[in-house]
């Protein structure tokens, strides 16, 4: 699953007549302004540079989870503010990956497994043990922590959980419309 397109593809479900390809050149060009390529250029061209925040007095907005708003608004929420880092590094040649801790979603080096990045936090680098604390900071420390928490998480899973948060906004605001748009995508994908 390329995440970029299927990110676009959601927005694009939920706002008509949105063009696609030029969101993705929207991306080309935030990657083409990285001069350096590594997990820490890319977080501090994003989050230093180009000022993508993490938007946490609206958190619950709908658009927060569609990637053409997150780079005109340079605002969104965990996986979305992630998803754009793992792209704008694919780019680059930065292997990037999800990581879907519960109740929040970071971004590891592929190939450095203590590497974390925290895209809601303006790109702040973690290691395991701050990838730990900040679970249980946003969990209250009310759940049980495993290491598997810091497990890649495949593209295709990142979709899902970021049609099923939009299913949770939607399903919260009574948008019964755009509910069922997202309920129809998601039984699209396998």
């Known amino acids: ?97 999800g990581v879907g801790m519960p109740a929040h979603f970071l971004v590891r080096a592929a190939d450095d497994p203590d590497a974390f990045f925290d895209p809601f936090d303006g790109g702040r680098r973690l290691d395991r043990a701050g990838a730990r604390a900040l679970f249980e900071q946003v969990t209250g420390a009310q759940v049980a922590w495993t290491e598997q928490f810091l497990d890649p998480t495949p593209n295709r899973d990142i979709v899902i959980r970021m049609l099923n948060n939009l299913k949770s906004v939607f399903a919260g605001r009574s948008d019964a419309v755009r509910l069922a748009i997202v309920m129809d995508l998601r039984a699209a994908v396998p």
């Open 1 to 97: 699953v390329a995440l970029d397109e299927a990110g676009l593809l959601i927005s694009s479900a939920l706002q008509s007549g949105l063009d696609v390809e030029h969101w993705l050149g929207a991306l080309d060009g935030l990657a083409a302004g990285c001069h350096e390529a590594t997990a820490e250029g890319v977080a501090s061209h994003l989050f230093a540079e180009e000022h993508f925040v993490g938007n946490r007095g609206a958190y619950y907005d709908w658009r927060n989870s569609c990637l053409d708003r997150v780079i005109a608004t340079r605002t969104g929420i965990p996986i979305s503010l992630s998803a754009l880092m793992i792209e704008v590094a694919r780019r680059i040649g930065v292997d990037l990956v």
